[in-house]
């Protein structure tokens, strides 16, 4: 268990018994602090005896879930048969049980009349392609807490990753534990930043067979490039803000990072659709800063409110760091020096630095460009400065009215 009190959670949805017990030891293995049995998963589940097997050999906490396909699970089975399946799994011991909204009632005040346990109800609500608006979220809360659940889960679709925030800024109003998952490829941070928001647990995938939500985690990450059990309320947010996202490697560099220095911070991949909206939606002062990747690099410089001179004459901007003083947001152009030093380098190393007379082994070369967006751009400015001819292709000829004006983007930093 995580040293802040949360679980990092892994959903077990074998086929066979066996398979589900050989998934156990590897959720383990990998760091998870509990585990979900999903029932609805399982081939020819036999409930008098499988259960009890799953339940004799697990070696972590466990949720039991058995869900209707109508809920988003993989079982059709007579109702009684299935919560009488989950009231079997309280009696044999089971820590946590998992149980839909629409039957909650029933199935809490029942559980109630049986003898005192440490089992606890999990009380669940799925809402898919979309997620409510702040006050339909409110009122669901509302009654889902009514239904004297001991914690509630909370399950809805993202479509922006502005959708997110809705969900987190619930957490700390309601009156039991709450976890909080939204899915989609949008809704990743719902699971990255669960801990720092409050939330019960967070989900990990196994990575192998079925297992996997769109949008969750994998269990190694979470254990291993984010040391999850890390975060608190304090921690720092980062992140690479681009579309697409998940190819990024900043994640791993920048965790590891942090945690060498002993910085209490987490860098995440955020799937950004409109720049604006998201900046204006996170904009709490631990949201500290972003890297800019495609296709945003170029509308950032409107959406700080300080562009440095460089990053303003090269008309793109790729980080952006969130002024503590103020809250205002400053953007920065890394790419031009980070690049064409690069390149440079390089150059030196092939020729000697034969030419004494050149401030850069650019000078006087052919610099062939391939797209003109905001990295195309700074590299295009570097060259530039340096002295090098620079050719650009790019598909779209509108851009054009940027390179021509690059000679005069240049005056200021050629004198």
Same mark, same amino acid.
């Given at each position: 268990?995580?040293?802040?009190?949360?679980?990092?959670?892994?959903?077990?949805?074998?086929?066979?018994?066996?398979?589900?017990?050989?998934?156990?030891?590897?959720?383990k293995?990998?760091?998870?602090?509990?585990?979900?049995i999903?029932?609805?998963?399982?081939?020819?589940?036999?409930?008098a005896t499988?259960?009890?097997q799953?339940?004799?050999?697990?070696?972590?906490?466990?949720?039991?879930?058995?869900?209707?396909?109508?809920?988003g699970?993989?079982?059709?089975?007579?109702?009684?048969?299935?919560?009488?399946?989950?009231?079997?799994?309280?009696?044999?011991?089971?820590?946590?049980?998992?149980?839909?909204?629409?039957?909650?009632?029933?199935?809490?005040?029942?559980?109630k009349?049986?003898?005192?346990?440490?089992?606890?109800?999990?009380?669940?609500?799925?809402?898919n392609?979309?997620t409510?608006?702040?006050?339909?979220?409110?009122?669901?809360?509302?009654?889902?807490?009514?239904?004297?659940?001991?914690?509630?889960?909370?399950?809805?679709?993202?479509?922006?990753?502005?959708?997110?925030?809705?969900?987190?800024?619930?957490?700390?109003h309601?009156?039991?534990?709450?976890?909080a998952?939204?899915?989609?490829?949008?809704?990743?941070?719902?699971q990255?930043?669960?801990?720092?928001?409050?939330?019960?647990?967070?989900?990990?995938?196994?990575?192998?067979?079925?297992?996997?939500?769109?949008?969750?985690?994998?269990?190694?990450d979470?254990?291993?490039?984010?040391?999850?059990?890390?975060?608190?309320?304090?921690?720092?947010?980062?992140?690479?803000?681009?579309?697409?996202?998940?190819?990024?490697?900043?994640?791993?560099?920048?965790?590891?990072?942090f945690?060498?220095?002993?910085?209490?911070?987490?860098?995440?991949?955020l799937?950004?659709?409109?720049?604006?909206?998201?900046?204006?939606?996170?904009?709490?002062?631990?949201?500290?800063?972003?890297?800019v990747?495609?296709?945003?690099?170029?509308?950032?410089v409107?959406?700080?409110?300080?562009? =440095?001179?460089? %990053? &303003?004459? @090269?008309? +793109?901007?790729?980080?952006?760091? *969130? $002024?503590?003083?103020?809250?205002? /947001?400053?953007?920065?152009?890394?790419?031009?020096?980070?690049?064409?030093?690069?390149?440079e380098?390089?150059?030196?190393?092939e020729?000697?630095?034969?030419?004494?007379?050149s401030?850069?082994?650019?000078?006087g070369?052919?610099f062939?460009?391939?797209?003109?967006?905001?990295?195309?751009?700074?590299?295009?400015?570097?060259?530039? =400065?340096?002295? %090098? &001819?620079? @050719?650009i +292709?790019n598909?779209?000829?509108? *851009? $054009?009215a940027?390179?021509?004006? /690059?000679?005069?983007?240049?005056?200021p930093?050629?004198?």
């Amino acid at each position: 268990m995580a040293q802040n009190g949360f679980l990092v959670c892994t959903p077990l949805m074998a086929e066979t018994v066996g398979e589900m017990l050989s998934q156990m030891q590897h959720a383990k293995d990998v760091g998870a602090d509990c585990i979900e049995i999903r029932l609805d998963c399982l081939n020819e589940f036999n409930s008098a005896t499988d259960l009890a097997q799953l339940l004799k050999a697990r070696a972590l906490p466990t949720i039991v879930t058995y869900r209707l396909k109508s809920d988003g699970g993989n079982c059709e089975v007579d109702e009684k048969k299935r919560l009488d399946t989950l009231s079997l799994a309280h009696d044999l011991g089971a820590d946590f049980i998992d149980v839909e909204l629409q039957v909650a009632f029933d199935f809490v005040s029942r559980m109630k009349d049986k003898k005192s346990s440490n089992c606890k109800v999990i009380v669940s609500n799925h809402i898919n392609e979309r997620t409510p608006s702040t006050e339909d979220l409110s009122h669901l809360i509302v009654k889902m807490q009514s239904t004297g659940a001991d914690i509630l889960k909370i399950v809805t679709t993202a479509t922006n990753i502005t959708d997110v925030s809705r969900v987190f800024q619930l957490i700390p109003h309601c009156q039991v534990p709450v976890i909080a998952c939204v899915t989609g490829d949008r809704g990743l941070i719902s699971q990255l930043l669960g801990p720092k928001f409050g939330g019960y647990l967070i989900y990990g995938s196994i990575g192998f067979g079925k297992d996997s939500t769109p949008g969750q985690p994998k269990l190694a990450d979470l254990t291993g490039h984010y040391k999850i059990g890390r975060l608190n309320r304090d921690t720092k947010v980062f992140g690479v803000i681009a579309n697409p996202v998940g190819h990024s490697k900043g994640p791993i560099l920048h965790n590891q990072a942090f945690r060498e220095t002993g910085f209490n911070g987490v860098y995440v991949p955020l799937l950004v659709d409109n720049l604006a909206d998201f900046l204006k939606v996170y904009s709490a002062p631990d949201f500290a800063g972003f890297s800019v990747g495609i296709p945003h690099k170029e509308a950032a410089v409107t959406c700080c409110d300080e562009v =440095q001179p460089l %990053a &303003k004459s @090269i008309g +793109a901007v790729n980080t952006i760091i *969130r $002024r503590q003083s103020d809250g205002k /947001l400053i953007g920065y152009n890394t790419d031009c020096e980070g690049a064409i030093s690069a390149i440079e380098d390089g150059l030196k190393g092939e020729t000697g630095n034969i030419n004494s007379e050149s401030s850069s082994p650019l000078a006087g070369r052919t610099f062939v460009l391939v797209g003109a967006g905001g990295a195309g751009r700074a590299l295009a400015f570097g060259a530039k =400065q340096r002295g %090098a &001819k620079v @050719i650009i +292709a790019n598909r779209n000829y509108e *851009r $054009r009215a940027w390179l021509i004006q /690059l000679e005069e983007r240049l005056s200021p930093w050629t004198n």
